[in-house]
Structures are given as structure tokens and as C-alpha cells.
């Protein structure tokens, strides 16, 4: 059984994002991909449930409207992969705005990668992702669950989250805070 479960939960977060590409992309294809196929490797999240009209939504929204974000439709993306993988939405949409200012200065081989996520096996050494919308719940997935991320997991510290994720001396923690603060 609890080899089961990662691919049952792995399918029903597929589907979940899934929905709500299609209800969000009037142009969608059927055969383009949400999320990588990778499993769940912690964390058991059941999904909140969000209201039609949640608060969080429309207060992202704005907040990436006032920087011209070319994500601010991806709002709603923002607050249910923090809520189906237990991380503070804002602190998503803090990362990309430290990393690519809200997805206005992305990598142009990597167009949709607003967290400035390195692949070692891309070409051009960060990851390609289909969307912005792959893109938050693929970030938000990995850091939920990559055993790297443990620690910053456990300890909540974006100092420790500093340290994997950006690996640099400087101000991207003050950055981080700076974000979330005005989001608030």
C-alpha cells in the first residue's frame, strides 16, 4: 500500500492542475505537459479545497499586475501548489520575483523559468518547462519534497533555503522577505 500511494497522489495533483489549466486556458491541448511525471517523495498534502473567489487569488493578481508580471494570470497556479504542497504561496511568488522579476527577465532558452531552475541536462543549463504554470508546480513540488530541501522543511529558515537554492552570499533572503512582506 504505501508503495501505492505516491502514483495515486502523484495522479490525483496531476489532475487537479490539469482542471484548472483547462478552465484557465480556453486554447489548451491535450497533449501538453503540467508537470514533470515525478513522485512525490514526501509529504501526504490533501488538497484544500479554494473558494470560486478566494481572497489570496485576486490579492496575487494585483501584486503581479503592479510589476506588469506576465505571470499574473497564473495566480490562482501560485496559491494551490502552495496549499497542495504545504508552502507558503507567497513565498513562491517571492522567489520568482527575486529570480526573474516575476517572470519579465527569464533565461531565452528557458522563457517559462521565472525561479531560474538549472538543469544539468539542458543545453543551456536551466530548465525547460512547457508554461509558467508547469513551472510553479514543478518548483513547488520539488522543494516539498527533495530531501535537500529537508531542512529548510523542517526549520522554516529562508536562510537555510538561501543556502541550497541560491548558494550566493547577498541579499536574496532581505529580497525574499521584501516580497512576502508586500504581499501580505
Not at 498534502?45 to 473567489?53: K, L
Request: charged residues 20%.
Amino acid at each position: 500500500m504505501r508503495n501505492i500511494l505516491p502514483g495515486i497522489l502523484l495522479i490525483v495533483i496531476g489532475a487537479i492542475i490539469g482542471v484548472l489549466y483547462q478552465q484557465s486556458n480556453p486554447r489548451n491541448v491535450a497533449s501538453q505537459k503540467l508537470i514533470s511525471p515525478l513522485p512525490v517523495l514526501a509529504y501526504s498534502p490533501s488538497p484544500t479545497p479554494t473558494p470560486s473567489i478566494d481572497p489570496r487569488i485576486e490579492k496575487v493578481e494585483r501584486f503581479l499586475k503592479k510589476y506588469n508580471s506576465p505571470m499574473a494570470s497564473e495566480a490562482k497556479t501560485f496559491v494551490i501548489a502552495g496549499d497542495v504542497f504545504k508552502i507558503d504561496y507567497k513565498l513562491l511568488v517571492a522567489m520568482a520575483g527575486v529570480e526573474s522579476t516575476f517572470g519579465k527577465h527569464t533565461p531565452s532558452c528557458a522563457p517559462f523559468n521565472p525561479f531560474g531552475w538549472k538543469s544539468y541536462s539542458s543545453p543551456c543549463g536551466f530548465y525547460r518547462f512547457q508554461d509558467f504554470k508547469e513551472s510553479i508546480g514543478y518548483v513547488a513540488q520539488r522543494i516539498s519534497s527533495m530531501p535537500v530541501y529537508g531542512q529548510f522543511r523542517e526549520s522554516g529558515s529562508l536562510t537555510e533555503l538561501q543556502q541550497i537554492y541560491n548558494g550566493e552570499e547577498g541579499s536574496w533572503t532581505e529580497d525574499i522577505i521584501f516580497f512576502i512582506e508586500e504581499l501580505k
